[in-house]
């Protein structure tokens, strides 16, 4: 099994920044393409970023040159810097895990097999 803890939510002004923490835990996870989805009130979940355990990146249109996604295989742990936030980046945010995900389907959440409970972001304008 796999645990997926997040941290680090909050409510910002528009324009500020906020760093996602995801925890991760359980031997299972380790080698495991790690994603960021996110998903808004009344809105389907939609993929925001993900990287492979060698490091390979994607992103979504609607965040690239704003968010990084990073991990620290040694602290077990997958990160998001946000910078200038919009509104409509207002939405849950869910760490998810999953063995293997093609490339091309990394930001797809049916994909992914572990979940987390999700941290809260909000930026008002």
């Known amino acids: 099994q796999v645990q997926l803890v997040e941290s680090g939510g909050g409510s910002v002004q528009a324009g500020g920044s906020l760093r996602l923490s995801c925890a991760a835990s359980g031997d299972r996870y380790r080698r495991s393409v790690m994603a960021w989805f996110r998903q808004a009130p009344g809105k389907e979940r939609e993929g925001v970023a993900a990287?492979?355990?060698?490091?390979?990146?994607s992103y979504a249109e609607y965040v690239k040159g704003r968010f990084a996604i990073s991990q620290d295989n040694a602290k077990n742990t997958l990160y998001l810097q946000m910078n200038s936030l919009k509104p409509e980046d207002s939405a849950m945010y869910y760490c998810?895990?999953?063995?293997?995900?093609?490339?091309?389907?990394?930001?797809?959440?049916?994909?992914?097999?572990?979940w987390g409970q999700g941290t809260q972001v909000t930026a008002s304008s």
């Open positions: 998810a895990a999953d063995p293997i995900v093609p490339l091309d389907r990394r930001l797809v959440s049916s994909e992914y097999i572990y």
């Open positions: 990287i492979s355990y060698g490091g390979v990146t």
